[in-house]
């Protein structure tokens, strides 16, 4: 099994900025791909960036605010965020497709997510 653990979301101002992390531990042979989804409270949940060995994509509401990366010795996947504003405000989600020791087919696994909450 993959056990996905976000990290960094908290109460921001409108214009900061927050890192969220994403760490994926267990029995890993290997992670094709790695994305953060984020849901707000009555809204559809929302592919916001993904990266897939080193290529990456954003929705068009964050793109040039948002910057996904991944550190592959640690399974870490990380979202810096800036110049949030108050759309901004969801439940983020990490999700990764991985492979796990000794098998053969990919499957995707899903975090608990990280409340991100921009506010005066």
């Known amino acids: 099994q993959v056990h996905l653990v976000e990290s960094g979301g908290g109460l921001v101002q409108p214009g900061g900025s927050l890192r969220l992390s994403c760490a994926a531990s267990g029995s890993i042979s290997s992670i094709d791909a790695m994305r953060w989804y984020r849901q707000a409270p009555g809204k559809q949940r929302e592919l916001v960036a993904s990266i897939i060995s080193d290529s990456t994509n954003y929705a068009d509401s964050v793109k040039g605010r948002f910057t996904i990366s991944r550190d592959s010795t640690t399974n870490t996947a990380y979202l810096q965020m800036n110049s949030l504003n108050a759309d901004d405000t969801a439940v983020y989600l990490c999700?990764?497709?991985?492979?796990?020791?000794?098998?053969?087919?990919?499957?995707?696994?899903w975090g608990q997510g990280t409340q991100v909450t921009v506010s005066s």
């Open positions: 999700n990764v497709d991985a492979k796990l020791r000794g098998g053969i087919w990919t499957y995707r696994y």
